[in-house]
Structures are given as C-alpha cells and as structure tokens.
C-alpha cells in the first residue's frame, strides 16, 4: 500500500485549500480512508475520516469547514479545507485501515502517506 498527499501550501486564514491523496495497492471500496494532522509540537490529531461505504466522520475543530471525499475508480481520497484558521497549520497526513471502527485511533491505522504541509497566516 502506497499513499501519497499532494496540495498543501500556505495560505491566508480564510483562505480555502484542497487535499488529495492518491492510494496504490488497496481498494477504497474496502477500508476506511482518514485525514490526521500533526502541528508541531503536538500529537497527531484526527481530522476526517470516511467509510468504505462512503460516511463521513470528523475531528470537531474541523466540523462544519473540511470536507472528506473520495473516488473510488481514481482511488484517490480529498480533504476540502474552507475558512482556514491558522490553527489548522499542521503537517496533514493520509491514512488507510481495514475495517469501519476506531476510525479517530491513530494506533488503528496501519498504512500513511509521508505528508503534507499546511499553513496558513494571519
């Protein structure tokens, strides 16, 4: 399994940024696919997640403002970033699992991506 973020950048708060992350050796339709954050200094932190099914979950910081979406035939996994804060600044990650449970445990989560930076200024 091979993950890979791209999109992140720095932007103005408010400002709004889109995520992608492209999945290579696992079928979306077969796990749940997650968004993690880590700011510096801090643990990582769940952002988003989603279901094979498609459902939703999300980290409550972030409810409300970011969107997790996924295609299954591009295999490909996006987190749509609106009104952002700057204390969304963090290294956001990818991350793959099999089964639907303990989607916010980072411990749950087996396969990730090398990251993306995003930060955003005030």
């Known amino acids: 399994v091979q993950l890979v973020e791209s999109g992140g950048g720095l932007v103005q708060a408010g400002d709004s940024l889109r995520l992608s992350c492209a999945a290579s050796?696992?079928?979306?339709?077969?796990?749940?696919m997650a968004w993690f954050r880590q700011a510096a200094g801090k643990e990582r932190e769940f952002t988003a997640a989603?279901?094979?099914?498609?459902?939703?979950f999300y980290g409550d910081s972030v409810k409300d403002r970011f969107t997790i979406s996924k295609n299954n035939a591009r295999s490909t996994v996006s987190l749509q970033m609106n009104t952002l804060k700057p204390e969304d600044t963090a290294v956001y990650y990818c991350?793959?699992?099999?089964?639907?449970?303990?989607?916010?445990?980072?411990?749950?989560?087996?396969?990730w991506g090398q990251g993306t930076q995003v930060t955003v200024s005030s």
């Open positions: 991350a793959a699992k099999y089964g639907p449970y303990l989607y916010s445990d980072v411990a749950q989560y087996n396969h």
């Open positions: 050796g696992v079928a979306l339709n077969n796990v749940t």
């Open positions: 989603i279901w094979a099914s498609g459902f939703q």
